[in-house]
């Protein structure tokens, strides 16, 4: 059974940058197969897709944050990174890191999400 | 403004069936039969209970199913159970840039 968990700090000053990291376990990011994603959801709104990446270090991201947006891989590790710069009060969130498939955008495995709340 | 469309709330009496719709366009849900349906329980992650339309993943109750006509997907659940209620979320792959879409989610409430 394939397992994810966020982690990082939970409050983020505005105009500093969001840093999360997903640990993987239960299966092995370099086995290939599928992409690594992080997806967010504003309070008590709908899921964004924010960008995956690939085992071998190809990503792709939503246009939308492209400009702010890193994606990163640790395959010894067995983890993957977000970091999103320049946050503001629209990026509180909760953040989510998933597996999904290389064919047709699903994401079956999900971590349980970490609140991350810019503020000073 | 969410890029696919769902109804905001639906309701039903258990042992009742419910129909959740999810409207986008040729891009997405018309255009591929890629449609993922995700069931979000309150501070609940999203669980995947539908994939490519109609397939359900391991230990999903068969009371869940899903269609698609046109641009419009369908979630089905019948026999209502408590449990169901929750927020049901729609997406799709799209092919515009932003590689996949979702719904802004349906409120189930099981009366």
């Known amino acids: 059974q394939v397992q994810l968990q966020e982690s990082g700090p939970g409050l983020v000053k505005p105009s500093q940058t969001l840093s999360l990291t997903c640990t993987v376990s239960?299966?092995?990011?370099?086995?290939?197969?599928?992409?690594w994603s992080w997806i967010r959801q504003h309070p008590g709104k709908g899921l964004e897709w924010i960008g995956y990446i690939y085992y071998s270090g190809s990503t792709y991201y939503n246009p939308s944050l492209k400009s702010r947006v890193t994606i990163s891989v640790d395959t010894s590790k067995n983890q993957f990174s977000l970091k999103l710069s320049s946050v503001t009060a629209a990026d509180t969130a909760v953040y989510y890191c998933?597996?999904?498939?290389?064919?047709?955008?699903?994401?079956?495995?999900w971590g349980q999400g970490t609140l991350v709340t810019v503020s000073s | 403004q969410s890029a696919l469309t769902q109804p905001a709330s639906v309701s039903g009496s258990p042992g009742q069936s419910i129909t959740i719709s999810c409207t986008g366009t040729?891009?997405?849900?018309?255009?591929?039969?890629?449609v993922s349906w995700y069931q979000q329980h309150p501070g609940k992650a999203p669980k995947l209970m539908i994939y490519e339309v109609s397939n359900r993943p391991s230990g999903v109750p068969d009371r869940f199913s899903g269609s698609k006509s046109g641009n419009t997907a369908s979630l089905t659940i019948s026999g209502l159970q408590a449990e169901d209620e929750a927020d049901y979320y729609c997406?799709?792959?799209?092919?515009?840039?932003?590689?996949?879409?979702f719904g802004g989610g349906t409120k189930l409430t099981v009366l």
């Open positions: 997406s799709s792959y799209t092919s515009s840039s932003t590689h996949v879409v």
């Open positions: 040729s891009s997405d849900v018309g255009g591929y039969n890629y």
């Open positions: 998933a597996r999904e498939g290389i064919v047709g955008a699903t994401s079956d495995y």
């Open positions: 239960g299966g092995s990011i370099s086995s290939g197969g599928y992409y």
